[in-house]
């Protein structure tokens, strides 16, 4: 029998936790361990906040993604918000829910996996949460960050007229976690599969880039892809009351996504549109700003940007077209 | 068959929560709806930021209490931490793992009880997450607040020959989860006991309380009793690297606590001591500043505030004095 969580004790989680924390950043007065955090402000910054939950059975399962991975990927998916509103990290919470049984070679693996990013981004643990559940085990994270007024990027600003482009190429995730259900043994794998179920697992928030973007004022609109391209669409198109159209031939594949879907006779595009956690940023920006835009991106260097479509004020919400014929873009992932 | 979450979709309840947020103040440039809030720190202060989870069947049971209250105290645990930093809330985020075939009108409700309280103490609702789970309901909610420096109460501050102070009357909340879990009748109890079950399912926090003897600088450290007055003492005790004695026929006891421990054959002072939940604040304060710190307090009306003990440097950690002889304090109520 492993040692369990509940074999240890809070207090003891506790202390784990907090030795794998150091001590906190100069902006940070109060971290871990007291009644709540104390950050300073950026000068001049407006604060950006956003939480995620993790479940496992609904988000992830241990039994194909290891324990660091889940916690990574739980900071993660809240760095992915901040990147889409221009964001800079610069403090994280985590609330864990734990089954009593729960290994404690999981806990620390929970752990090493959200403080290694937590600290490669500057946005150290500063508070939380532990918690018995006696259901599945979840990971609840906050991220704080900054960002200057007049910077931040919003789903509500594209206007008809403005050009839409992605980063990265799309799907990854979508065919990872196929691969995954599927039990595919990753040694079996080629290189562009096995990188499909790496996205899955250890998805990249484009802090870089959306940083970039936002500094530049290049963009009128950014939305992250967590729950795939044509929801993204959908919900910048709404909060900026503006149609938004995909051209189905300009999408970025992952050709991951093209090799898997051969193999298992699906169609690569609905994938690519409809797959969630790919953690890429979908941006619309007006043409007088697309040189700056795009010379922006460059700087983000290994990332592609690939234009896909445009904002027009003809039709509302968001649409495919495809050999000059528009379609209404199906939504992606919804919780119920 | 009542109408279940699954019922309506995801998209629905987002679009019932935010019917019930009403357009965002003016330090919130983006709020609900986006990839992320958007909040202007204070002029001049500090973020503070703090996050906390209610399972049910851990925390609480809809079986004993409202939705409404539930979401209600969701919220209020996080304020009671804010409330210990001396901090003014300022914004409030709500993640809810939602079982799928949990009652539309419970949702609603564990709304209502949330945002009702958000509105009253001016910490809109900016943002959170709604997810499946198959695991019970649990709501986690992160507070964010603003205090100025120096005027920040850790717990870390205390003193030998500093006063410790304790507001209101303890142990309420543990005997109304008492009353609760042995199926007790409202109606047939006595006021006092009636008021401990209102004080377990609708804590108040000391918002008023902390922030008064924060602007006033008055208090060396202040913690929340949300694990009771043992454990804070403990924690306060640690941090501050002094011990902390309680004078045990100082302790104010709940009248519903007396009554009922008087009924069930329990000894009270157990109960006021060991109990969680009760919200309220433990203050350590220099002689010099006793008087200042009670002119403070008297403004928060309603609000007792009692010398329940001193700090000290012969002994480490939390002491109960007992007719002269000292005590190991027991802890209070741990997850694991």
Known sequence: MSVTVADVGERALIARLR???????????????DDAAVVRPARGALDVVTSDALIEGVHFRLAWTS???????????????????????????????????????????????????????????VGGNIARTPGPLALDCTALGSVRPRRTLTRA????????????????????????????????????????????????ARLRCGGIVGRSR???????????????????????????????????????????????????????????EDYELLFAVAPRQIRRFLAGVRHCKGLAVTSVGRVCSE??????????????LAGGFTHF
Request: hydrophobic share 45%.
């Open 19 to 33: 030795a794998r924390v150091g001590p906190p950043p100069a902006w940070v007065p109060v971290g871990i361990g």
């Open 67 to 125: 324990p660091r991975d889940v916690g990574y990927k739980a900071l993660a998916v809240s760095l992915s918000d901040l990147a889409a509103m221009g964001a800079t990290p610069r403090a994280a919470l985590l609330n864990l829910a734990l089954p009593a049984d729960l290994p404690l070679a999981v806990f620390d693996g929970l752990v090493e996996g959200f403080t290694g990013l937590a600290e490669s981004v500057r946005a150290p643990l």
């Open 157 to 204: 600003g594209a206007r008809p007229g403005d050009r839409l482009y992605v980063t990265g190429a799309l799907g990854a995730a979508a065919a990872g976690l196929a691969l995954l259900s599927a039990g595919a043994d990753r040694s079996t794998l080629g290189s562009a599969e096995r990188d499909c179920i790496e996205r899955y697992e250890r998805p990249e």
């Open 218 to 276: 290049s963009a009128t609109a950014c939305m992250d892809l967590s729950d795939g391209l044509a929801d993204a669409a959908r919900q910048v198109a709404e909060a900026s009351g503006a149609g938004l159209i995909i051209d189905a031939g300009a999408v970025p594949i992952h050709p991951g996504v093209e090799s898997w879907a051969t193999r298992s006779g699906t169609a690569p595009l609905p994938v690519a549109l409809g797959g969630g």
């Open 315 to 328: 039709v509302a919400g968001a649409w495919l077209e495809r050999a000059g014929e528009l379609e209404p």
